[in-house]
């Protein structure tokens, strides 16, 4: 059972371009928690999805950041006309439908943003 | 925010037991303890999560307060590797909140 994909696991973009990150949860997993984490801080947690569902963004900034998890494939986070300060590692994270809260969440390695 | 409160940083010499403390005084019935940690910039690893119970794994003890206001997590002989920093989380029911605050980063020292 392979764990969760993340992909690219670096992705350099110019300012004003558009970043795509994707997040494959493991097997059977229809929950998913996106999360970013700039250079020495903490994990931030930005938005939490189920298959079609946004359930709480949150921590979504109100603008050029958006988040989907379809029917079918990876959850995909979006940032628009990125600026250099959206530069972080973003974590996805997995967990099974079920009772949730007796099940621990599973991460993936990250996709390092880079913005020149 | 986050609903937990750790110290930002602790050493432990290699081989001795580490003892991470974390205060949830304001947890409710219906939320986990749940730990990780993240070794250097990789993605956060689960270690262990209980509710009232103490519990214990192959990595590690959680010894969870009678009146869950706090608990600590015991890493029996920690070596080298165990250098990371470690999150304690409150999660509900419906697993909602998994929100992550400043953690303790541990050095385990030789």
Request: hydrophobic residues 30%; aromatic residues 8%; contains cysteine.
């Amino acid at each position: 059972n392979a764990g969760v994909m993340q992909n690219p696991r670096h992705l350099v973009r110019r300012r004003g371009q558009e970043a795509r990150l994707r997040c494959s949860p493991m097997k059977g997993h229809s929950h998913v928690y996106w999360y970013r984490q700039l250079p020495e801080e903490g994990l931030k947690f930005m938005v939490y999805l189920q298959k079609e569902n946004i359930i709480d963004e949150s921590g979504m900034p109100k603008e050029r950041f958006s988040a989907e998890f379809p029917k079918e494939g990876p959850s995909i986070l979006r940032i628009q006309q990125v600026v250099r300060g959206d530069s972080a590692a973003y974590f996805c994270a997995s967990s099974p439908l079920g009772d949730r809260a007796n099940t621990e969440a599973f991460f993936g390695q990250g996709t390092r943003l880079t913005v020149v | 925010d986050a609903k937990t409160t750790q110290p930002p940083s602790m050493d432990c010499a290699e081989g001795r037991a580490a003892n991470l403390p974390c205060n949830h005084s304001t947890i409710s019935g219906n939320e986990y303890v749940y730990w990780y940690r993240q070794i250097h910039s990789q993605g956060p690893q689960y270690i262990i999560h209980g509710l009232k119970n103490n519990e214990t794994n192959e990595m590690a003890s959680l010894i969870i307060t009678e009146d869950r206001k706090s608990s600590t997590l015991i890493l029996p002989h920690a070596t080298l590797r165990d250098t990371a920093v470690y999150y304690c989380i409150v999660s509900d029911y419906n697993n909602n909140d998994m929100r992550f605050g400043a953690g303790t980063r541990l050095t385990v020292k030789p």
